[in-house]
């Protein structure tokens, strides 16, 4: 199939099914089929542009992109001017041939692992519409799930990528802080990373392997790192030593979620894996978790038109008042407790190459 067949197919299916689901709030089909055909002209010639050239994308809005406007699923927002630039992850997708094919949904300015918004109303979950896709990245796991963007760019700091991936049954990935170039920063500062959402694991290898190329407007990136992110993905997971935690150590996980991540350690051991069952060794880190997500919801909020915060998600303006209440001592507390947990972490996989543990402790649950 050429480009533009692929980018055809996407928008009958995104026409076909979005409409139960909401996965997209804005398809530019005329963008996506002009840039399809330059796509299709490069192939023709023999000279594709990268390792995504023609391949629908889309793209959480509350990620610039050039020459278009993000909403945040915000109503304060939609009158804000077309952005001057993209954002890292979309500037290398672009650079790779990637065709932008649409915006995919978020709760107002990606507050909650839910994915409604006052501006956009309800993303629903593909397998079951009466159920939430979780969130932020709701719209794009939806739109991966049901096979309406083959490549999705999602943010993750509290969950984002990583709720919506296991709600939907699609593969996502937090990348470490630092290995995909971000800009601009979050207004929850260190805690939001970039990372894709596709349907396999190769997929978002590859998105991966554009998305940490470099960028000089990220002064928090790492050094650039050649790796090539599918390396391996073949080798299977023989002879690794694996810890399992079934609940991290302090969280309540519902049967259901608990059978299922049993057998997939099954899996992994009859896979030739040496499984342990152990503790990652840390208490449930939601109080160092809210200082800084709360404490940021507060910097987001003051940033507003205060005269019209009531058009705003009454939920993100609480949090954002509990952060008031904030102290800089409390602040500073909560980053000692996070640099001692990432201590921790790095010295028990000394001893483990994986951990596997339930990504949430429910199932998904009814969207309202």
């Not at 629903?124 to 990245?137: E, L």
Request: glycine share 10%; proline share 8%.
């Amino acid at each position: 199939m050429s480009p533009v067949d692929v980018v055809k197919d996407a928008l009958r299916r995104i026409d076909a099914v979005d409409g139960e689901s909401n996965a997209f709030c804005r398809v530019d089909e005329d963008g996506a089929l002009k840039a399809a055909k330059e796509s299709e002209d490069r192939w023709m010639k023999g000279s594709p542009r990268g390792l995504a050239d023609g391949v629908p994308l889309g793209v959480k809005d509350i990620i610039p992109v050039k020459g278009d406007v993000t909403w945040r699923g915000s109503k304060l927002t939609p009158e804000s001017p077309p952005e001057r630039f993209d954002a890292p992850a979309v500037a290398r997708m672009r650079e790779h041939g990637a065709v932008i094919i649409g915006r995919t949904t978020t709760p107002e300015h990606g507050w909650k692992g839910l994915a409604d918004s006052p501006l956009t109303g309800i993303t629903r979950n593909p397998w079951d519409t009466s159920k939430t896709p979780g969130g932020s990245s709701g719209g794009a796991a939806a739109a991966a799930a049901l096979g309406m963007a083959h490549l999705n760019i999602g943010t993750d700091g509290g969950g984002s990528v990583r709720i919506p991936a296991g709600f939907t049954g699609v593969f996502g990935i937090k990348p470490t802080f630092g290995r995909a170039p971000v800009y601009p920063p979050s207004a929850m500062g260190t805690l939001s990373h970039v990372g894709p959402l596709t349907r396999t694991v190769e997929d978002a290898a590859m998105m991966l392997n554009i998305m940490v190329l470099p960028d000089p407007r990220d002064w928090h990136a790492l050094p650039y790192d050649p790796w090539d992110f599918r390396t391996g993905l073949d080798l299977g997971v023989r002879h690794l030593s694996v810890a399992f935690s079934p609940t991290l150590g302090y969280a309540k996980v519902d049967p259901e979620v608990a059978a299922i991540v049993a057998n997939a350690v099954k899996v992994f051991e009859d896979q030739g894996a040496m499984v342990e069952e152990v503790d990652p060794g840390f208490d449930d880190p939601m109080d160092m978790f809210n200082k800084h997500w709360f404490r940021g919801a507060t910097r987001l909020i003051d940033k507003q038109p205060q005269d019209r915060l009531g058009e705003m998600n009454p939920g993100l303006l609480a949090i954002a008042e509990e952060g008031r209440g904030y102290t800089i001592d409390d602040y500073m507390d909560a980053m000692d407790a996070r640099v001692d947990l990432g201590r921790r972490m790095n010295l028990f996989h000394e001893s483990y190459d994986l951990l596997i543990t339930p990504t949430l402790a429910v199932p998904a649950f009814d969207v309202g």
